[in-house]
């Protein structure tokens, strides 16, 4: 599932890095920085989910529970 997720995540990340290059103005090529920070992020955030989803739980639920 996260695998899936992740190649998606770096098809759009190539498809925003093509934008930046070929961008036809600067305000163009701003907002494709702007994407592509928030993919890399998504990737981080999703990479850590899924090395640990017990500790992510844990530390993000607002019902007690033991971890």
């Known amino acids: 599932m ?11 990340l190539a498809l925003v890095l093509v934008r930046v ?8 090529r701003a907002l494709a920085v702007n994407t592509a920070g928030t ?3 998504l ?3 999703g990479r ?5 989803p017990s500790s992510m739980a844990c530390s993000t639920s607002s019902v007690p529970s033991p971890c």
């Open 39 to 41: 993919l890399v992020l």
């Open 48 to 52: 850590s989910f899924s090395t640990s």
């Open 21 to 28: 290059l070929l961008g036809p103005g600067v305000f163009d």
């Open 43 to 45: 990737l981080l955030s």
């Open 2 to 12: 996260f695998a899936v997720a992740t190649v998606a995540v770096l098809v759009a």
